[in-house]
């Protein structure tokens, strides 16, 4: 069955239509890999996806449902990743991981939190406002809800490889693999080519002028 399906999808930005009519499903254990060159709208395209702003045309559904009309559900069972990672600056990586799962009704001990950080690579740095981590370790922090939210159905993930180093791209790639396995469906977007020894989907957006 669909996780994730859309019909005659289409955004406008500024008076350009980034794409239109676009029709597709994300199965459970499916991965879409969404490409296209900057500015081609693949990030306007995982916003509407996720909910975060409403398409200039179409529908999306979550398990055959509009999202508008599972809302709460839908947010239950997805995991958003962008550009903007989240995470307060003055808050360590333990206070903004406790705080996240608060808000997404996740249990998970700070025993748990501790060692997620640590499988992280995040030893000593656990404790200390985040804004004195650098840039991929702040990735890393905001990362770590993909390790406590595996029972989600769907990931989307807006180019999470960036300023990861070899073994953080390797450590979330081994992530998303094994979400992939357990049957969850993610949708992403890199530029990087991916790193994910699994059957992928491919969606190219070409950019219009
Ligand atoms: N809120 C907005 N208001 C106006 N224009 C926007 C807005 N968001 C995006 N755009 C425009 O839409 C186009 C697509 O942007 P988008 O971020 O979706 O591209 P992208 O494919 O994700 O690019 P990149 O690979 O650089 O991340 C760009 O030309 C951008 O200027």
Redesign the pocket.
Same mark, same amino acid.
């Given at each position: 069955m669909a996780v994730l399906s859309v019909t005659n999808l289409s955004v406008v930005? &500024?008076d &350009?239509l980034?794409f239109e009519n676009l029709n597709f499903a994300v199965k459970q254990g499916g991965l879409l890999y969404v490409k296209?060159?900057?500015?081609?709208?693949?990030?306007?395209? !995982? &916003?509407v996806l996720a909910g975060l702003v409403a398409a200039d045309s179409g529908e999306v559904y979550f398990s055959q449902q509009n999202i508008q009309d599972c809302r709460e559900n839908y947010h239950q069972n997805l995991v958003y990743f962008g550009?903007k990672l989240g995470i307060n600056q003055t808050l360590s990586a333990v206070e903004n991981l406790q705080f996240w799962c608060k808000q997404h009704l996740v249990s998970i001990s700070v025993d748990t939190i501790y060692d997620t950080l640590a499988q992280l690579n995040l030893v000593g740095l656990e404790d200390i406002p985040v804004a004195n981590l650098s840039a991929g370790q702040q990735r890393r922090v905001a990362l770590a809800r993909f390790w406590f939210k595996r029972d989600a159905k769907l990931w989307i993930l807006?180019?999470p490889f960036t300023a990861l180093d070899t073994q953080g791209i390797d450590l979330l790639s081994n992530q998303i693999t094994q979400f992939l396995s357990g049957g969850g469906a993610v949708v992403m977007?890199s530029?990087q080519a991916l790193r994910i020894d699994y059957p992928t989907d491919e969606l190219t !957006?070409e950019y219009r002028i």
């Open positions: 930005k &500024r &350009r980034l296209g060159q900057n500015g081609a709208g693949k990030t306007s395209m !995982l &916003r550009h807006d180019e977007t530029h !957006l």
